[in-house]
């Protein structure tokens, strides 16, 4: 859907509107299981459904535009996930395993790393590998790359400022390009 369409969405869902809360639905929730699924592993679902059931429940004292929305969403799934991890005295979601993708190898070259990873991590495969990174470079990384998010939306939705966002997404993408090169029998070190 368009921005504006999202947009028009989101205030009907604030005024009660069953289609338009299905509309922000089908935009969002592929990223927000995406973004559950790095930190809980296959507990996703769960984390989302829950995560869903209170932005429905909250949906109408809810102030601010799209990006807010967004970031909103997040929070709560994020929240969702932390009371999850916590209730099973888990410190770190376990990542599946490392499985390669070479297009991220080239995420640390010039340019902003973190709008680079918008375009280029979406798929699953790249969120396994983002979650073996420690957890606040993962969390900065799936904020502004899957789920879209801008540097300050996800520092509100981290409790940080956009500079440190900006900065354990950069240092978080480094480091996976440094893994995949790794992997893939690459000789150069990134710095």
Request: proline share 4%.
């Amino acid at each position: 859907m368009e921005p504006d369409d999202l947009e028009d969405a989101l205030r009907k869902a604030i005024g009660g509107d069953a289609a338009g809360f299905v509309a922000l639905y089908r935009e969002l929730q592929p990223r927000l299981f995406r973004y559950a699924w790095a930190l809980v592993g296959q507990d996703a679902d769960d984390v989302t459904g829950e995560a869903w059931l209170q932005i429905a429940r909250d949906l109408p004292s809810f102030f601010g535009d799209l990006d807010g929305f967004r970031g909103w969403t997040a929070s709560i799934t994020r929240h969702r996930a932390l009371d999850l991890i916590k209730a099973r005295n888990r410190r770190q979601a376990e990542p599946r395993g490392l499985q390669v993708l070479p297009e991220l190898a080239d995420l640390t070259a010039a340019g902003d790393t973190a709008e680079a990873a918008i375009a280029a991590l979406s798929t699953a495969q790249a969120v396994e590998i983002i979650a073996s990174l420690p957890r606040d470079q993962a969390e900065a990384v799936l904020l502004r790359a899957v789920v879209g998010l801008s540097a300050e939306v996800a520092g509100v939705v981290l409790n940080k400022r956009a500079g440190a966002v900006r900065v354990a997404a950069h240092r978080g993408l480094k480091t996976l390009a440094r893994q995949i090169d790794r992997v893939s029998g690459g000789a150069e070190d990134h710095p």
